[in-house]
């Protein structure tokens, strides 16, 4: 049965949202130079670009850094369950979501979940979690986040794209009223990946159009406005994450909302997110919606739901995230194709003997430590007001040792700037040449870290920096992804 909209029920929605995308953007042309003796067709994908992944970056980072741009300098105590999408997480059995709780600094309490299984993932988890706060749950982050493997020379390697979205959910200062959501569970399968297999199966596109896309979401979304009470007309926001060109429009008619009405799909600069694709394009328009305007959302896989959303006064007195827009405005061309074959897991380089060293992760330091290495935790001397990382019960305050225990102090999301820096290309580094050096914190605390996203020719002594959440190593011979943070331009320095 549909979750009716129901005047009692008490109002639950949307209270905050970010978005992440990676700052390299691979360029489409790029692609079909290199396919084109090999498969001409892809020439009429060839426009525009696709967000690509940086080496060190999976659907953990992503996520963790679409979580961070929705929370901003927010106070996280509140946060009683964190749910993360994907068809795509790098850990079959080691729960990604809680992963993501450890980057954020979140409390041990909090309930985490991953979803997957299919690209409606992310509005599945949605409803759950909507459904959840409604019935006092307390406040929920869902998330969605996507790197999704493509075959090269497929249509999918220039239609994909990489990327993630973060929503917080609550009953306070809402910002997208929930008014309902209508789900069908239909097992068409327009393409699967059997477990273990490295790449999807995809059937043929005019069927996938015709009878999943028009014929079963379109009767979806004619069933939920029914179900809500609403005529297409009413609608002032359609989001469908549908690649095909024109489809999304030809819904729009058939259901009798507006064409004027359809979101952008971001298939120009970003390319198709997968599970995350919906959340993306929602968090999009949030950007832009003004209060009273209703937002229909479409998810589509093995079936389809349907999310109802109301905009509120509260949207106009949101602190405004970098968002998907600010996130897009940060992308840097990226015409390698080699480049973007190695960073895909699809060239294996020599690396030379100086990557020949063992990446084993111990995983009881790692638990002892999770705070430091996966929180970015470091520690303030009570007594002096000195901050050290990593934190240590031996203070080096200005007068001598001092063995006050130190508190916890947070050093993930306070701006940094250079102090030092080096570009070495005598290290191993899968993005050469390995960038490093010591930042300095805002308020005291310095490190040595690697740098991340980087032009080496621009970095320089003062140059503000924050910190991101990356993949620090991967040890093959384990399957194990060790994580760790690194420093990236700041939003004005990219």
């Keep these: 049965m549909p979750n009716m909209p129901d005047e009692s029920r008490r109002e639950v929605g949307i209270t905050a949202y970010g978005a992440y995308v990676p700052r390299r953007r691979l360029q489409r042309s790029a692609v079909h130079q290199a396919h084109a003796w090999f498969a001409p067709g892809l020439k009429g994908l060839a426009k525009g670009e696709r967000a690509m992944a940086n080496w060190d970056e999976d659907v953990v980072t992503m996520a963790t850094e679409a979580a ?4 901003g300098g927010e106070e996280r105590g509140s946060i009683a369950s964190l749910l993360l999408a ?20 979140l409390s041990d309490a909090v309930t985490t979940l991953d979803a997957g299984g299919s690209r409606k993932a992310g509005t599945s ?21 996507e790197r999704h493997r493509s075959r090269p020379a497929s249509e999918a390697e220039l239609l994909d794209g990489d990327g993630a979205a973060a929503l917080l959910l609550g009953s306070d200062r809402v910002i997208a009223r929930f008014l309902g959501a209508h789900s069908v569970s239909i097992d068409f399968v327009d393409h699967f990946r059997a477990a273990g297999a490295e790449f999807d199966y995809v059937w043929e596109a005019r069927w996938v159009r015709d009878e999943g896309y028009l014929a079963l979401a379109g009767k979806a979304i004619a069933a939920a406005l029914a179900a809500f009470g609403l005529a297409g007309s009413d609608v002032d926001h359609l989001v469908a994450p549908i690649a095909a060109r024109g489809v999304p429009e030809a819904l729009a008619k ?4 507006a064409a004027g009405t359809v979101a952008d799909g971001l298939s120009a600069r970003l390319g198709d997110c997968g599970t995350a694709h919906p959340l993306v394009m929602l968090a999009h328009v949030l950007e832009t919606a003004r209060p009273g305007e209703k937002i229909l959302l479409l998810g589509f ?87 050290q990382f990593p934190k240590s019960e031996i203070g080096v305050p200005v007068d001598g040792v001092a063995t006050t225990p130190h508190e916890d102090y947070p050093l993930a999301d306070r701006p940094a700037r250079i102090l030092t820096f080096t570009a070495d290309r005598l290290g191993y580094s899968p993005d050469p040449p390995g960038c490093y050096g010591m930042v300095e914190f805002d308020g005291g605390g310095r490190m040595v870290c690697e740098f991340t996203d980087v032009e080496p020719e621009a ?36």
């Excluded at 959840?132 to 307390?138: L, S, T, W």
């Excluded at 058939?254 to 909302?257: E, K, M, Q, S």
């Excluded at 895909?344 to 030379?352: M, R």
Aim: proline share 3%; net charge positive; hydrophobic share 45%.
């Design 459 to 494: 970095l320089e002594v003062g140059m503000p920096m924050r910190m991101v959440f990356r993949i620090k190593a991967v040890d093959e011979r384990r399957d194990f992804i060790r994580y760790f943070w690194k420093a990236a331009p700041a939003a004005g320095e990219a």
């Design 125 to 145: 988890a949605l409803i759950q979690a909507l459904r959840a706060v409604e019935g006092g749950a307390g406040e929920t982050l869902c998330i969605a986040a």
């Design 86 to 105: 994907s068809t795509s997480a790098p850990f079959a059995d080691r729960q990604n979501a809680g992963i993501v709780k450890e980057a954020l600094n």
């Design 301 to 387: 896989g093995q079936g389809a739901d349907i999310l109802l959303f109301e905009a509120t006064a509260e949207i106009e007195r949101l602190r405004r995230p970098l968002g998907v827009s600010g996130w897009l405005a940060r992308g840097r061309s990226e015409d390698n194709y080699m480049r973007y074959l190695a960073f895909a897991g699809h060239l294996k380089l020599d690396v030379g003997m100086r990557a020949e060293f063992d990446q084993k992760q111990p995983l009881t330091a790692l638990y002892r430590n999770r705070k430091t290495v996966l929180a970015l935790v470091g520690g303030r001397c009570p007594r002096t007001g000195a901050i």
């Design 254 to 257: 058939a259901t009798g909302i």
């Design 68 to 71: 961070r741009d929705c929370l």
